[in-house]
């Protein structure tokens, strides 16, 4: 009788530890991925850091050009996407990173409209800022905010923005990069905080169907992809005026950016001179100085720029 007992507790034990088991299984299997797709994006998170850096260092080289800010995130999140050391895999990284950067938002939280109408003035440009006007041979003249000499300038606050000419020429970016889930299970639940997920587990919900932010078109995966949005911001002192205004906000608009990959930009070649149509560097050309043009006494009318 005593053994028969304890065979039945011992059956009722096992037959516990089998139900533990199929309950725990889903829980820790779960953990587990969890703990992978975070390991991914905080490595991202990292590597978004280096890439903002590299966006705002392009755009205080090229007078805050959109076009060139993109150019270098994409530049600077290439090794997310590299997992060789051939040449072909390098390329194949570089075609993913541009994707990954047109798909991001990059909204310019520094300088703002206010500071572009408090501080513009007319100037000497690099020869390789397309705003200005080249009026004099080997010039280029234009609109933009000074940033030569700015240790002797006035400290004096603009009216409308409240920012010396100094502070105006410190280029602040803010960049939101929604990253690809590869992680499966994980990759759904993570998707309801990006709203570029559309039908993809997004509790936002939109009339673009069962797409992701990454798309197959994209060339990335074969499938869409679910993505998780990334931010970083970063800050660079002008090296060249501010020319390109279109990119600029009010200051009562920040925190609405643009979407991203509308601009039309040529990426930097890697072959040296710049062939294939690249500029082949982001380091402007150094201007011959050709003089003070004479306009006479009325200077070229301000640019027209959309943002008002």
């Not at 850091?49 to 050009?65: C, F, N, P, T």
């Not at 705003?131 to 080997?138: L, N």
């Not at 890697?270 to 009325?298: L, Q, R, S, T």
Request: aromatic share 6%; glycine share 14%; with cysteine.
């Amino acid at each position: 009788m005593q053994g028969t007992e304890k065979l039945r507790q011992t059956g009722n034990q096992r037959g516990a530890g089998a139900v533990e088991l199929v309950i725990a299984i889903p829980v820790l299997l779960g953990l587990l991925l969890g703990i992978m797709q975070t390991s991914l994006l905080y490595h991202a998170r990292l590597q978004l850091e280096v890439a903002a850096q590299d966006a705002a260092r392009a755009g205080a080289l090229h007078g805050g050009s959109m076009s060139a800010i993109r150019a270098g995130l994409a530049e600077g999140l290439t090794p997310l996407y590299a997992h060789g050391q051939s040449p072909l895999d390098l390329a194949k990284a570089r075609g993913q990173a541009e994707a990954a950067a047109r798909l991001a938002q990059i909204e310019i939280l520094s300088p703002t409209v206010e500071a572009l109408h408090d501080h513009k003035e007319f100037g000497r440009l690099p020869l390789d800022d397309n705003t200005g006007k080249k009026d004099t041979p080997g010039g280029n003249w234009g609109w933009g905010i000074p940033e030569s000499h700015l240790g002797y300038r006035k400290t004096a606050l603009g009216q409308e923005s409240g920012l010396g000419v100094q502070d105006a020429n410190l280029l602040k970016i803010k960049v939101t990069y929604h990253y690809p889930l590869i992680i499966p299970f994980v990759d759904h639940l993570l998707a309801r905080f990006d709203e570029g997920n559309a039908g993809k587990g997004s509790v936002l919900g939109s009339s673009q169907g069962g797409t992701g932010a990454f798309e197959a078109a994209q060339g990335v995966q074969d499938r869409a992809l679910n993505t998780f949005p990334l931010t970083s911001e970063a800050t660079f002192r002008m090296q060249t005026p501010f020319t390109y205004f279109d990119g600029l906000h009010k200051a009562s608009q920040l925190g609405t950016p643009r979407p991203g990959g509308k601009e039309s930009y040529t990426p930097p070649s890697a072959k040296p001179g710049g062939g294939n149509g690249g500029p082949g560097d982001f380091e402007p050309i150094e201007p011959v100085d050709p003089g003070i043009p004479d306009y006479g006494i009325e200077l070229p009318p301000p640019p027209q720029y959309a943002c008002g």
